[in-house]
Each structure stands twice: as C-alpha cells, then as structure tokens.
C-alpha cells in the first residue's frame, strides 16, 4: 500500500482527498502547514506528497527547494495542486524545475488525481521502506504516527502507552507474562491497570482483530 502525505491547509479538501484516496486503497496521512508537512516528509518517509502552494508558516515552493536540497528525500515524487492566479505555465515551469513531478490546477477533479498518483507512482517506486516501521506476518505498526495496520489496513491511532504496550506483544517471541508487561512498560503500573489496558487495546484494534491479543495462563499473547 502507497504511502501518500497530503500538504494542504483547507480541511475541507483534505477530507475529500484522504476518502478517495483510502477508498483506492492508499494510506494517507495529513499536515495542515508547511511547516508540520516539511517534518512529516522527512519522518515518515512517504511514497508521494500532494502539496499545496500557499501554505502558511512556510508555502510549499520553500517546501520545494528544502526537499530538493536534502539528499535523504530529494528524489520524493510530489504533486503540487494550487490555486495560484498567477501565469500557470510560468508557475508550472518553476515549481518543476525545484523538483515536482506534476502541476495541477484546482480544482481538479478526483478521477484527474489518481490517474496521476498512479502515473507518479510507477515512474517513481519506493526503494526502501520506513526505516522505523514494524512489520511482523499480516501487521506493521509505524511508532512515528502510533498507528496500526492489519493486512495493509489502516486498524487503529493508538494513545502513546498503549501504543508501548502493543508494541511489546507484537516483538515478543510467544508469551508475555503480566509481571514482565508491567516491567516492560516502566515497572509503574499495577496487573489491574494492565488488564484495563489490554481491554483497551482490544476495544482499539476492533471485534475483528481483538481476538489476535490471546490471554495465557500467565499473561498475553499477540497473533501476528
């Protein structure tokens, strides 16, 4: 599954984007400045980005020169989707000669924008993946955004310490006893906030894929 980073501060749009986009079967995920989306392209380390141009705190032809001169993600394929009144082939030309693959003009419509993710995506593949992502059998979980993936479905955003505590389950080689969690997780909690965790963590993941967290005589078990 594609991992697409949407830059674009209209929530409105971003919603419309991040449906059709799931829908097609992509992982998006969102930064609403250009600031938090110039962070997010070098943590997360996405597939794509679709960037707007008129961002506030920094606009993305800043985003353009910084992702062209950092060698780590210089090679990102990015669409830029703008509603600049400026000249649109002068602005066009420009904003790919700082790197960008595609220039769209909004608005656009969706049918229009996937035809050129996928057209950005074959000429442009990923080489590696995320360097901090969790991949055992059929889960990958990414501690940068605490999420959860389940068959390259997007499961769950978990709170930071449950986030700890699934990760733990999912490294584990077997079993996990209830003493060695609690240790694990800092040695501050109590077998009963554990246990409430757990149910938690089992609300978190859903009626489908709780019962992969097993109960043990002595503790929990994650089926991968």
Do not use: W
């Not at 442009?124 to 993946?129: D, G, H, L, V």
């Not at 080689?173 to 209830?178: F, I, P, S, V």
């Not at 060695?180 to 609300?203: D, F, H, M, P």
Request: proline share 6%.
């Amino acid at each position: 599954m594609a991992r697409i980073l949407s830059i674009e501060d209209d929530p409105d749009l971003q919603h419309l984007i991040g449906l059709s986009l799931h829908s097609n079967g992509y992982e998006i995920q969102y930064a609403f400045n250009g600031k938090e989306g110039y962070e997010k392209i070098l943590s997360m380390h996405p597939d794509l980005v679709l960037l707007d141009l008129m961002l506030p705190g920094m606009n993305g032809v800043e985003i353009l020169k910084a992702v062209k001169s950092n060698k780590d993600v210089r090679d990102l394929p990015i669409i830029v989707l703008t509603a600049y009144g400026d000249d649109a082939s002068m602005l066009e030309h420009s904003v790919k000669a700082l790197g960008a693959v595609e220039y769209l003009r909004k608005p656009v419509e969706i049918a229009v924008l996937l035809s050129h993710i996928k057209r950005a995506l074959a000429a442009n593949p990923r080489q590696t993946p995320p360097p901090d992502e969790i991949r055992r059998g059929s889960i990958r979980a990414d501690p940068s955004f605490r999420t959860i993936f389940i068959n390259d479905r997007l499961v769950a955003t978990l709170p930071s310490r449950r986030f700890d505590l699934f990760r733990l389950l999912l490294e584990a080689d077997g079993e996990l006893t209830k003493e060695a969690l609690c240790e694990k997780l800092g040695g501050t909690g109590t077998v009963y906030a554990l246990e409430k965790a757990i149910q938690r963590l089992r609300e978190d993941l859903g009626p489908l894929e709780a019962k992969r967290i097993q109960t043990t005589p002595a503790g929990y078990r994650l089926i991968p």
